[in-house]
C-alpha cells in the first residue's frame, strides 16, 4: 500500500493545491494532507480552521484524510507508515528550497521518498500569501480558491480589519 503525506501550511488551502491534492491521489492509495502547526508563519485561520476548510473541499475524494502535526514530518510519516513525502514546485525558488528538505529528510529517514510535482501552469504563480496580500488590498482572487474558502478569507479580512482601511482609502 503506497501511503503519502501532503505537508503544508494550507492558510488557506487554494486551488493550486487542491490540484496537487487530485493529482496525488491518483498515485497513492492513501493520501494525508497534513497541516502542520509548528510554521514560523503567523497563520489568518486556525488550524481547526484549515482541517474543516479542508475536509470540506476534500469531501468525497475517498483516499483523502485531513490530519494535524507538528514538530519533524519523516516521526509523522513514521507514525502513520507513510513513505512518501509530496510538495509542489512552482519555481526555482521553491526547488531549492525543497532540495535541501527533501536531502535533509533523507538523512534522518531513507525510506522516506520526497516525490515533486509541477505546479499546473495555470496556478503557478499562486500562493496562499500572494493571494492574502492581493485580497487585503481589495483585489478579487476568488477564483483562485474553493467559493467557501473565498468568503471565508472575505469575513477574516474584515473582521480584523486587514481590508476595510484599503476599502475605506478607495472610497
Ligand atoms: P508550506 O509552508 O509548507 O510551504 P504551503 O501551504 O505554502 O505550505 O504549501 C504546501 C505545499 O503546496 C508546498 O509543497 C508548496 O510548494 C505547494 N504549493 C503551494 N501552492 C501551490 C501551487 N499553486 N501549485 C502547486 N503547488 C503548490
Redesign the pocket.
Known sequence: MKIAI??????P?????I??IKRGRALFDQLAVAV?TN?S?KPLFSVEERVAQIKEATAGMDNVSVITAQGLTVKLMNKIGADYL?????NTT?FQY?RDIATMNKFLDKDVETVF?L??PK???????LLKEVAMSGGDISAYLPGQISTALDQRLKERKLKRVVDDQNE
Open positions: 501532503f505537508p503544508g501550511t494550507f492558510d488551502l487554494t486551488l493550486g493545491h490540484d496537487l502542520m510554521t508563519k509530496m510538495r509542489g514546485l512552482r521553491d525543497e510535482f505546479a499546473d496556478y503557478q504563480h499562486l500562493s496562499s500569501s
